[in-house]
Nanobody, 121 residues
Framework: QVQLVESGGGLVQAGDSLRLSCAAS?????MAWFRQAPGKEREFVVT????????YYTDSVKGRFTASKDVAKNLAYLQMDSLRDEDTAVYYC?????????????????WGQGTQVTVSS
């Protein structure tokens, strides 16, 4: 059982940056960040494989968001630059027992509680 705790969310202005962190209680393999905006379905943002050297981003964040992980410290990060109003959501990190990345939420066994990101214009 792995516990995940996100941090780093907050209220920022459009164009600003934020870095989210995800601290795991144990070793993580494939990981991902998802987000859920008010009144909308949860959506995939980015996924990383176990080593963190393979990533896949949803189109809307490509070139603006950068995901990474520190395997030794059981940490994952989501650097978010050039934030937009539409990035406002609760952001969740998730991990799975497989070393492979996945864009499918149901592939992930472990989820954090989420951190709120609000972007105002």
């Amino acid at each position: 059982q792995v516990q995940l705790v996100e941090s780093g969310g907050g209220l920022v202005q459009a164009g600003d940056s934020l870095r989210l962190s995800c601290a795991a209680s144990g070793r993580t393999w494939g990981m991902a960040w998802f987000r859920q905006a008010p009144g909308k379905e949860r959506e995939f943002v980015v996924t990383l494989n176990g080593k963190g050297d393979i990533t896949y981003y949803t189109d809307s964040v490509k070139g603006r968001f950068t995901a990474s992980k520190d395997v030794a410290k059981n940490l994952a990060y989501l650097q978010m630059d050039s934030l937009r109003d539409e990035d406002t959501a609760v952001y969740y990190c998730a991990s799975r027992e497989s070393p492979y990345a996945s864009v499918i939420a149901s592939d992930y066994e472990y989820w954090g509680q989420g951190t709120q990101v609000t972007v105002s214009s």
